[in-house]
């Protein structure tokens, strides 16, 4: 799979940054559509057992399908579950309005995560 076709990209961490050794970063794609599901539960799947902190990235998503939030769900859950933290950075517009309409935000954990 070639890293466009992912719906999640690796933060760069800094040279030298002590934080990217406890956190693990990943960038969210602008576009979550039900296409791009099957690539986004792979990158997740990979880190849900890290005990780092993840952090979603989700400042550019401009479109969040059903599926990429129940996904999400899940994944905050399974993360939760085994004591190991999760959150989303920058949460988009669109991505606060989907998890709203939904009523995911507090599973989510959102509202604290809100500009």
């Keep these: 799979m070639h890293e466009t076709d992912s719906a999640v990209r690796p933060a760069v961490p800094r040279a030298g940054s002590t934080r990217s050794r ?3 970063a990943l960038r969210l794609q602008a576009e979550l559509g039900i296409d791009s ?3 986004l539960k792979e990158q997740l799947t990979r880190v849900l057992d890290q005990p780092a902190k993840v952090v979603l990235d989700a400042g550019e998503v401009t479109r969040v399908h ?11 859950r399974d993360r939760r579950a085994e004591g ?13 309005a989907a998890a709203a309409l939904l009523g995911a935000s507090t599973l989510l954990q959102l509202a604290k995560a809100a500009p």
């Design 22 to 24: 406890r956190v693990k």
């Design 37 to 39: 599901v099957g690539a």
């Design 66 to 76: 059903t599926a990429a939030l129940q996904l999400f769900c899940l994944f905050c």
């Design 84 to 96: 190991r933290e999760v959150e989303f950075a920058r949460p988009s517009p669109a991505l606060l």
